[in-house]
Every structure is written in C-alpha cells, then in structure tokens.
C-alpha cells in the first residue's frame, strides 16, 4: 500500500509528460491529395483565391490613383475583415472555406508568418523559381493533423508594377513610404521586388468537401 501512491505518481507524471510533449510536437502530416480530391477541393477554392486577389488588386488600384502610395497603405491586406468575410460568404457550398490568408518567404507583417504546411508550399515554389522554371499555376495539400484532416488550396501572387511603389527598390520608394514601413513593419522583409517576381502564396484553408 505504501507502494502503490509513488507508484500511481510516476505513471501520472510519464503519461502526463508524455502527452504534453506529443502536443506540443505535433507537426501535421501533409499529402498529396487524390485526383478526384483535388478536383472537389479546386471547384471551391480556385474561385475564392482569385476573387481574393483580384479584389485587393482592384481595391489597390483605386486607391493609389486617389491617394497615392502612402494613403494607399492600408488596403494590401487581407485582415480587413470585411473583404475577408465577404470573399468567405461568396463560396459555396457555404461553411466549406474556413480559413483564407497570404503568406511569404519575405514578410511584412509578421501575422502572414508560414506554418510548417505552408513552408512546404513555398518551398516548392522558390525551388521553381531559383530554377527558372514556369511556377505551378495551383497546389494542394491533405493536412492532417492531430488525426483531423483539412485541404489547402495555394495560388502563387506575382509583383505586378502596380505593387513597386511599396515593394520595390527601397531606393526607389517615396519618403512618405518609407516612414510609414519603418513605423508599423519595422522588421520588414517585403521590399526589393521586381516586376514579375514570386511574392508569395494565397492560402484557402477547406473542410473536407
Ligand atoms: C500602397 C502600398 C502597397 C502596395 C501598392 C502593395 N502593397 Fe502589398 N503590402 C503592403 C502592406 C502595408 C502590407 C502589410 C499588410 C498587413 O499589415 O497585413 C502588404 C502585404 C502584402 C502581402 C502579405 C504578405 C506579407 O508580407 O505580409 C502580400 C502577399 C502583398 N503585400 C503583395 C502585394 C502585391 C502582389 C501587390 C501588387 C498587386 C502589392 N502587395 C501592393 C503595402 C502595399
């Protein structure tokens, strides 16, 4: 009887520990999905990432002829719950986008950071691009994690001339631009792009459809 509590106490704390350690490490398992899952998950999604673009591109476009660069600042983001919600609303069958974002190798907004998934993504695409091959038009991803399985649908963004006044040669940026950048992304990576250039994924995260 003396036994059994130091006992029952060490098989608490290796089972406790063992647990917490598993979660903590959990990475996602991440495949490549069938043909015909593809196919559902691309129906959905491929829509979706284009508005998405397409939007803030035209949003962008609107605003520097109004504003110029620095009034313009505001809109190359997706965290404007509105557009987000709307771009969400829009995509059937209802409920199926649960999560849309942008990332990159080169942020400006620590929030887009990767996950491990999405690094994946983006390595597929620098490796393209380091061997200056065409960039695949879409990817997809089966991710699971922690037995519970979501899609990912990537789209690539390419830097049009339209995005230099705020990513392109830092040299080259209005002071205006410059102050804000330094003010609100003070570890920004995101400048120094070319017209042409891969400037990152736009991410639609699916519930098994
Ligand atoms: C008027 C300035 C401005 C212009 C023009 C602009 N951007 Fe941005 N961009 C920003 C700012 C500011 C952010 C950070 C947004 C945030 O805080 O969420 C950003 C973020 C991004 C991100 C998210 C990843 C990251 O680094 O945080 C991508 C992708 C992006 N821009 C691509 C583009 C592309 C492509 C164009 C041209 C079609 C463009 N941008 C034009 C200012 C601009």
């Known amino acids: 009887m003396s036994l059994l509590l130091p006992i029952l106490l060490t098989l608490f704390f290796l089972f406790g520990a063992e647990k917490s350690s ?3 490490d959990a990475q996602p398992l991440v495949f490549q999905p069938t043909l015909e899952e593809s196919t559902r998950v691309r129906a959905i999604a491929q829509p979706v990432a284009q508005t998405l673009l397409r939007t ?5 476009t609107h605003a520097l002829a109004k504003e110029g660069p620095v009034g313009a600042i505001s809109v190359c983001q997706i965290q404007a719950p509105a557009l ?10 209802p409920g199926a986008v649960f999560s849309l974002k942008r ?3 080169r942020l400006r907004n620590p929030a887009d950071a ?3 998934a999405e690094r994946q993504a ?7 691009e380091a061997r200056h091959e065409s960039l695949p038009p ?4 089966k991710v699971v994690t922690e037995g519970k399985t979501t899609y990912r649908y990537y789209q690539p963004i390419r830097v049009a001339a339209l995005c230099l006044s705020c990513h392109g040669d830092p040299a080259t940026l209005s ?11 003070p570890q920004d990576q995101a400048v120094g792009y070319k017209d042409g250039d891969f400037r990152g994924l736009v991410v639609v995260g699916l519930t098994p459809p």
């Open 22 to 24: 598993a979660q903590t």
């Open 122 to 128: 983006l390595q597929i695409y620098l490796e393209a």
């Open 103 to 105: 990332t990159s190798n």
């Open 114 to 116: 990767p996950d491990p």
């Open 84 to 93: 987000t919600q709307q771009v969400r609303d829009q995509a059937r069958p």
């Open 56 to 60: 803030i591109r035209e949003e962008l």
């Open 138 to 141: 879409d990817l997809l991803q």
């Open 175 to 185: 002071s205006g631009v410059k102050t804000l950048l330094r003010e609100r992304y």
